[in-house]
């Protein structure tokens, strides 16, 4: 969900214009705008699971202080991805502990 019509910003005018895929599903997105935020507008919640219990996470701080809302971008583990922004084409992955670097980049 996305706010549209804000009180003091203003109605969005942007569209979407790029296309993210996360873990396998193709997320439409606004190039430029943080990851995060185009998760949240596709009602993806659970960004990583905690090394020790498995326990899922998303965005906390959204200042890219907290680390709780890193992914695997592009076979980059650990991107912050409240403060990271789209590009068209980008191969997100949940992140599962300390994730893994990926050979494909
Ligand atoms: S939500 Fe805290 S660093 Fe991204």
């Known amino acids: 969900m996305r706010i ?3 009180p003091i910003l203003g109605d969005e005018t942007r569209v979407c214009n790029a296309i993210i895929t ?7 997105a606004i190039e430029g705008e943080p990851i995060a935020a185009a998760l949240l507008a596709a009602g993806i919640k659970k ?3 905690t090394p020790k219990h498995n326990k899922p ?4 701080c959204a200042i890219g202080r907290c680390t709780d809302c ?6 980059i583990p650990n991107v912050r991805t409240c403060i ?3 590009r068209d084409g980008m191969i997100i992955k949940t992140q599962k502990g300390l994730g893994e670097w990926s050979e494909a980049r």
């Open 84 to 86: 990271t922004p789209v």
């Open 57 to 60: 996470r998303g965005i906390f």
């Open 47 to 49: 960004f990583r699971e």
């Open 22 to 28: 996360v873990d396998g599903r193709q997320i439409p």
């Open 4 to 6: 549209v019509h804000h």
């Open 70 to 75: 890193v992914m695997i971008v592009d076979g």
